[in-house]
């Protein structure tokens, strides 16, 4: 179970982070992603992390302003959002997924709305 927290309102160039605890399975056998949907668009992938933190990406679109990290001994893994901008507003999504590779056939998180203000 992927349980998301975090999310909300905020200005242009303001910071969010958020947070994505895993329950019921090894959290160390499992890479980390994060995703988001906009309305009316595909989700697209934000950014992941492989299963021991070392190997990160991330979507050119967000690259230089968000971060991934994770607490392997908490099993949370966490979105940090800095300079947001009006067209990172989306619905976000955690996901685990036992390849790095691909989250087609991974676990969901419930999903947070990101709403950042112009």
């Known amino acids: 179970q992927l349980v998301q927290s975090g999310g909300g309102l905020v200005q242009a160039g303001g910071s969010l982070r958020l947070a994505c605890e895993v329950s019921?399975?090894?959290?160390?056998?499992?890479?980390m992603g994060w995703f988001r949907q906009a309305p009316g668009k595909e989700r697209e992938l934000v950014g992941r992390?492989?299963?021991?933190?070392?190997?990160?990406s991330f979507a050119d679109l967000v690259k230089g302003r968000f971060t991934i990290s994770r607490d392997n001994a908490r099993s949370v893994v966490y979105l940090q959002m800095d300079s947001l901008k009006p067209e990172d507003t989306a619905t976000y999504y955690c996901?685990?997924?036992?390849?790095?590779?691909?989250?087609?056939?991974?676990?969901w998180g419930q999903g947070t709305q990101v709403i950042v203000s112009s």
């Open positions: 992390i492989s299963r021991g933190g070392s190997i990160r």
């Open positions: 996901a685990a997924a036992l390849t790095f590779s691909t989250f087609n056939n991974g676990y």
């Open positions: 019921g399975g090894t959290f160390n056998n499992y890479a």
